[in-house]
Nanobody, 115 residues
Framework: QVQLVESGGGLVQAGGSLRLSCVASGSIFSINDMGWYRQVLGKQRELVAAITGGGRTNYAESVKGRFTISRDNAKNTVYLEMNNLKPEDTAVYYC?????????WGQGTQVTVSS
């Protein structure tokens, strides 16, 4: 019913930047929290950044000062600006959007940072 489409991933050199986008479509009543997670094969999926409906943000310690999460409520879109990328940032990035009683995940987009 509700689908999230991610874009913006790809291959970038260390020190470079990428901007991820996640657009929600379908039957959406309201959105509260939006966030980005990442996962490496064999490891736990971890929170990268989140933004609440009120605009409050929080970041994983490893990305503070480098990544910025933002949202456009009119477009049902959440962004992740990633700067000064490191090889350790290489992962599949997933967006998640949640309402009061529901949540939906994106399909994932690969981010690869070369050394």
């Amino acid at each position: 019913q509700v689908q999230l489409v991610e874009s913006g991933g790809g291959l970038v050199q260390a020190g470079g930047s990428l901007r991820l986008s996640c657009v929600a479509s379908g039957s959406i009543f309201s959105i509260n929290d939006m966030g980005w997670y990442r996962q490496v094969l064999g490891k736990q999926r971890e929170l990268v950044a989140a933004i609440t409906g009120g605009g409050r943000t929080n970041y994983a310690e490893s990305v503070k000062g480098r990544f910025t999460i933002s949202r456009d409520n009119a477009k049902n879109t959440v962004y992740l600006e990633m700067n000064n990328l490191k090889p350790e940032d290489t992962a599949v990035y997933y967006c998640k959007i949640s309402g009061r009683r529901w949540e939906t995940w994106g399909q994932g987009t690969q981010v690869t940072v070369s050394s």
